[in-house]
């Protein structure tokens, strides 16, 4: 099978073309390589492959509150000429979205065709490119994740990780909880709906389980031999931000049992599996 990977150079662009080297043929096309927001590029390039995986965005939430036109050029616009041209390529287009099309007020994990209620700028423009690959092709795998972490990028762990290296205590906030994911998983999973061909649709590509950022942040600690007790608890109000997060952002994965692929484990286990690389730890 041959597949493209636009973003490829980014955290989980990186890990998709490792899962995917030596099972499949793959083109791995970074922003130097193609800029998805150029339709004749975007044309010109989209030839003879079976897939189109687009693991491009703009991902600075913060950002896009006061550049929301170039967010959605590239959140929106890009993924609908990447999903034109998989169409006139007769290939299936897996775009990658985010648990930021929802507004984090549920209470229950939220189903894959609940209603779409984005709270800030990125989520729009997520929703929208969502919304565009839909429409533009029946051939799509909408594949939404959330609290992503990597080996091959920035990501939370890391941060902590930084922080808890030059402070004594580190106050997390405990009123936003989630599932932390690894990108590793992420990329398996659509390979793994792909080469099921799982039928046209939207899945959720999170770990399972939930727990607040505090709590994660504990789990972080201890991967370095640190001592959890250092992560004190705060709320969401002590660091306002631009962007409003959302609060629950716990996504079920319903519609991946009824295609009969496995969802992602439990987040827990996952962090353990993943900690070493993430971190880099000998």
């Excluded at 390589?33 to 003879?48: G, K, Q």
């Excluded at 041209?85 to 897996?94: E, F, I, L, P, S």
């Excluded at 900690?275 to 000998?282: D, H, N, R, Y």
Aim: aromatic share 6%; net charge negative.
């Amino acid at each position: 099978m041959r597949w493209l990977v636009a973003g490829a150079m980014g955290m989980l662009g990186t890990d998709v073309v490792q899962r995917l080297d030596g099972a499949h043929e793959v083109r791995a096309l970074g922003h130097a390589d193609l800029d998805i927001t150029d339709a004749e590029s975007v044309a010109a390039v989209v030839t003879d492959v079976d897939v189109v995986v687009n693991c491009a965005a703009w991902t600075a939430v913060d950002a896009a509150e006061t550049e929301e036109s170039a967010a959605f050029t590239l959140n929106a616009l890009g993924p609908q000429l990447l999903a034109r041209a998989a169409r006139a390529a007769g290939a299936r287009m897996v775009q990658v979205s985010t648990d930021y099309v929802f507004d984090g007020r549920a209470t229950t994990p939220y189903r894959e065709d609940a209603p779409l209620s984005p709270a800030s700028a990125y989520g729009r423009t997520k929703g929208a490119g969502e919304w565009a690959v839909r429409a533009e092709t029946e051939e799509h795998l909408v594949v939404r994740t959330a609290w992503l972490y990597g080996a091959h990028g920035g990501c939370f762990p890391k941060t902590m990780a930084r922080l808890a290296g030059e402070r004594e205590e580190l106050p997390v906030v405990v009123d936003q909880v989630g599932q932390p994911t690894w990108t590793a998983d992420v990329a398996d999973l659509v390979v793994r709906l792909v080469e099921a061909a799982a039928p046209a649709g939207t899945y959720h590509a999170t770990a399972a389980g939930q727990v607040s950022w505090h709590g994660f942040t504990r789990e972080i600690v201890a991967a370095l031999g640190k001592d959890p007790g250092m992560v004190k608890e705060t709320t969401s109000a002590a660091f306002v931000r631009p962007a409003p997060r959302p609060a629950y952002s716990v996504l079920g994965h319903g519609a991946l049992e009824r295609a009969g692929v496995a969802p992602i484990g439990d987040w827990r286990e996952r962090w353990q599996a993943a900690a070493a690389s993430v971190l880099g730890l000998g």
